[in-house]
């Protein structure tokens, strides 16, 4: 069961995602969980701690997992249809302001974070290949260590102003994203996997 300080690092988290760091205010947070100030202030000693602590979280419990009790469970293309889905959904509701913010007021947090970030998602995609390939999904010959740092990458830095990736209109283009997945399935799978995704995805 979550405790009020989860609540509150929870709540901040989801504004600096939405809004940025610098310009969400401890009154803000307060307002959006209808406590006090006084309160986030048993908990946190400044905004600065608030920020740490918030980033240690989020290392701690990522947004989306392959691992996660939600997906664990299903096959390998039903795994990345759902991570495509948490993707689409990040889309409409990132901040670009929040990453921005992270880089120059907290770089050494900014730089675990992504670090940490980069490394556990190449990992988890590493896994999400050889589950594919054990359950016949995804073709044996499949090059899992290239693949999956270079997804990592892909994803993790798509978004980040000193590589352009992608130009902003493409990150934000669903069918775009769309279209990414089913480049990626129809370069992995098997016929049988190319069979099931096209009737799922």
């Avoid at 309160?39 to 400044?46: A, E, G, K, V, W």
């Avoid at 740092?149 to 902003?168: H, P, Q, S």
Wanted: glycine share 4%; net charge negative.
């Amino acid at each position: 069961m979550k405790n009020q300080k989860e609540d509150i690092i929870e709540v901040c988290w989801e504004l600096f995602f939405q809004f940025g760091i610098k310009s969400v205010t401890m009154d803000d947070i307060a307002a959006k969980l209808g406590i006090s100030k006084k309160t986030i202030y048993q908990h946190f000693s400044n905004k600065t701690d608030l920020v740490e602590q918030a980033i240690e979280w989020q290392i701690n419990h990522p947004r989306f997992s392959f691992q996660s009790e939600e997906v664990s469970h299903l096959n390998a293309i039903d795994q990345y249809i759902e991570f495509y889905k948490f993707v689409v959904g990040q889309i409409s509701n990132s901040c670009e302001s929040m990453r921005y913010d992270l880089r120059k007021y907290y770089p050494k947090l900014w730089h675990r974070f992504h670090l940490i970030k980069l490394t556990t998602f190449q990992s988890e995609l590493a896994q999400n290949l050889q589950q594919g390939i054990n359950e016949g999904l995804f073709r044996p010959e499949v090059n899992i260590e290239f693949i999956s740092k270079t997804m990592a990458r892909f994803y993790l830095n798509m978004v980040e102003a000193d590589n352009v990736i992608l130009e902003k209109e493409d990150i934000e283009n669903i069918e775009y994203h769309k279209e990414l997945g089913t480049y990626h399935l129809h370069g992995v799978c098997t016929e049988k996997g190319i069979e099931y995704f096209k009737n799922n995805f």
